[in-house]
């Protein structure tokens, strides 16, 4: 498409786009991703291993004259913020490496397999206007290096320290690539990061572009903010959406601006709140977050989602302080984890993959299929089929899926055909076709053992 601007308007761009590196830029210092998880949820958060590249808070914070107590914390959302800069030394003017994404031993699963997703638009801070304005049309940031999972996957227990699927170099490509501008999302929105290894550690860097919608690298000076959050094929809750800032030429004294202007004064510890006691006792059951009757791992699982969040006690969520001490903590996971005998609270070792967190699973005694994950062209469903017949199955219920996985079962409608590369029915896994032959009815096709 031809866009028709003026002799002004391309000298301006020109020039923005040809800026010399400052002298004076702000510290090269970093902030990693560490990803770690907990029972069926995956966690972000500040790296903070000491003596470790990127994982420096403090000394980053120094470096630009924030508060020590004030956490780069967006005040608006709440979520984190991880700060880069597209002049460090590895990367020249307008490339950094930086984030990386790591995990320490055990914080993940063998063979894990960690994937972003891209959220939001490009927000970009313009020093004449001091002020965070969604990015300038002719700017983008492009990530490379994330893979796209292929068809193809392993199933030898040997060669996946125990899980039913994992992926090796073979399964994937490396050819696309996710756009972030200041209209949304382009290119694959969601794209592998890396394998955990045997011991569950990962360290991966990605590569950041700034550059403009020809793909040419440079951009006006000033700080750029994306969004994403992180995905596992191991665990059904993502992490909770973070932000990072790129640094794109400004000093340290006009990157502590911009970063002071996306964080509140006051985001430090909560304060404790004392809430009436009769709030508590109408819970029927302790650490019943959800209220559905019983404490197992979702329960678990959303407390340690309020306390990424940093909830404040409040009438409406006072079932997550499990312990009454008016915070919510890790101590309430904890706490809510040792209340629970169900199966579902304990940390799933290899191999273990609950309901939840498989793409389709058979009940033999109730009749019904369950798919967590149904890919309708781009868009993904959870459906349960009830069996009506022998190899017949009909559409119950169907809603948008608010769990994705990696390889998904797929629909096709112009075939009619309903691949499902993976179903569970008593601990066997097979890969399923089913054929629509019409009034919500599915016939079975083919069915085929994955072996061990």
């Given at each position: 498409?031809?866009?028709?601007?003026?002799?002004?308007?391309?000298?301006?761009?020109?020039?923005?786009?040809?800026?010399?590196?400052?002298?004076?830029?702000?510290?090269?210092?970093?902030?990693?991703?560490?990803?770690?998880?907990?029972?069926?949820?995956?966690?972000?958060?500040?790296?903070?291993?000491?003596?470790?590249?990127?994982?420096?808070?403090?000394?980053?914070?120094?470096?630009?004259?924030?508060?020590?107590?004030?956490?780069?914390?967006?005040?608006?959302?709440?979520?984190?913020?991880?700060?880069?800069?597209?002049?460090?030394?590895?990367?020249?003017?307008?490339?950094?490496?930086?984030?990386?994404?790591?995990?320490?031993?055990?914080?993940?699963?063998?063979?894990?397999?960690?994937?972003?997703?891209?959220?939001?638009?490009?927000?970009?801070?313009?020093?004449?206007?001091?002020?965070?304005?969604?990015?300038?049309?002719?700017?983008?940031?492009?990530?490379?290096?994330?893979?796209?999972?292929?068809?193809?996957?392993?199933?030898?227990?040997?060669?996946?320290?125990?899980?039913?699927?994992?992926?090796?170099?073979?399964?994937?490509?490396?050819?696309?690539?996710?756009?972030?501008?200041?209209?949304?999302?382009?290119?694959?929105?969601?794209?592998?990061?890396?394998?955990?290894?045997?011991?569950?550690?990962?360290?991966?860097?990605?590569?950041?572009?700034?550059?403009?919608?020809?793909?040419?690298?440079?951009?006006?000076?000033?700080?750029?903010?994306?969004?994403?959050?992180?995905?596992?094929?191991?665990?059904?809750?993502?992490?909770?959406?973070?932000?990072?800032?790129?640094?794109?030429?400004?000093?340290?004294?006009?990157?502590?601006?911009?970063?002071?202007?996306?964080?509140?004064?006051?985001?430090?510890?909560?304060?404790?709140?004392?809430?009436?006691?009769?709030?508590?006792?109408?819970?029927?059951?302790?650490?019943?977050?959800?209220?559905?009757?019983?404490?197992?791992?979702?329960?678990?699982?959303?407390?340690?989602?309020?306390?990424?969040?940093?909830?404040?006690?409040?009438?409406?969520?006072?079932?997550?302080?499990?312990?009454?001490?008016?915070?919510?903590?890790?101590?309430?996971?904890?706490?809510?984890?040792?209340?629970?005998?169900?199966?579902?609270?304990?940390?799933?070792?290899?191999?273990?993959?609950?309901?939840?967190?498989?793409?389709?699973?058979?009940?033999?005694?109730?009749?019904?299929?369950?798919?967590?994950?149904?890919?309708?062209?781009?868009?993904?469903?959870?459906?349960?089929?009830?069996?009506?017949?022998?190899?017949?199955?009909t559409l119950q219920t169907?809603?948008?899926?608010?769990?994705r996985y990696t390889l998904?079962?797929?629909?096709?409608?112009?075939?009619?055909?309903?691949?499902?590369?993976?179903?569970?029915?008593?601990?066997?896994?097979?890969?399923?076709?089913?054929?629509?032959?019409?009034?919500?009815?599915?016939?079975?096709?083919?069915?085929?053992?994955?072996?061990?």
């Open positions: 498409m031809l866009i028709n601007i003026s002799i002004t308007q391309t000298l301006s761009i020109l020039l923005m786009f040809a800026f010399a590196p400052m002298a004076t830029a702000a510290s090269i210092l970093h902030l990693d991703v560490e990803v770690w998880g907990e029972d069926g949820a995956l966690f972000a958060g500040y790296c903070q291993t000491p003596g470790v590249a990127g994982c420096d808070l403090d000394g980053l914070f120094a470096e630009l004259g924030l508060p020590e107590d004030n956490l780069p914390i967006e005040a608006a959302s709440g979520k984190l913020i991880f700060i880069a800069d597209f002049q460090d030394l590895s990367g020249g003017d307008f490339k950094t490496k930086n984030p990386g994404f790591r995990s320490v031993q055990s914080a993940l699963l063998p063979n894990e397999l960690l994937s972003y997703r891209a959220l939001g638009h490009l927000r970009y801070w313009d020093t004449m206007q001091s002020a965070w304005v969604q990015a300038p049309e002719y700017v983008q940031i492009a990530l490379y290096g994330g893979l796209e999972a292929l068809d193809g996957l392993a199933t030898d227990y040997a060669a996946c320290a125990g899980q039913l699927l994992c992926f090796d170099a073979d399964n994937f490509n490396t050819e696309s690539a996710t756009v972030f501008s200041g209209d949304g999302i382009s290119g694959s929105p969601e794209l592998v990061v890396d394998l955990t290894n045997q011991s569950g550690i990962l360290h991966t860097h990605l590569s950041f572009f700034l550059e403009n919608r020809q793909g040419e690298t440079g951009g006006p000076t000033g700080a750029y903010l994306i969004e994403m959050q992180l995905l596992s094929n191991a665990r059904a809750i993502p992490s909770t959406p973070f932000l990072i800032l790129f640094n794109a030429g400004l000093d340290s004294r006009q990157l502590s601006e911009a970063i002071s202007a996306l964080v509140a004064t006051n985001n430090t510890n909560p304060p404790i709140v004392t809430l009436p006691d009769n709030l508590v006792n109408s819970l029927s059951i302790l650490g019943d977050v959800d209220l559905d009757g019983d404490v197992d791992r979702m329960d678990v699982a959303l407390i340690l989602l309020a306390e990424q969040n940093r909830e404040v006690v409040q009438a409406d969520n006072i079932m997550f302080d499990v312990d009454g001490d008016g915070l919510i903590n890790r101590q309430d996971a904890h706490h809510a984890k040792s209340l629970c005998n169900l199966r579902l609270c304990r940390i799933p070792e290899a191999g273990q993959i609950d309901p939840v967190m498989q793409v389709a699973v058979f009940d033999s005694n109730t009749g019904q299929l369950a798919l967590n994950d149904v890919q309708i062209n781009t868009l993904h469903y959870q459906a349960v089929l009830q069996q009506t017949g022998e190899n017949l199955f169907h809603d948008s899926a608010r769990t998904p079962a797929k629909y096709n409608a112009h075939s009619g055909l309903l691949e499902i590369p993976a179903l569970s029915v008593e601990n066997r896994y097979f890969r399923v076709i089913l054929r629509n032959i019409g009034n919500f009815t599915f016939q079975l096709e083919t069915i085929e053992e994955i072996e061990n």
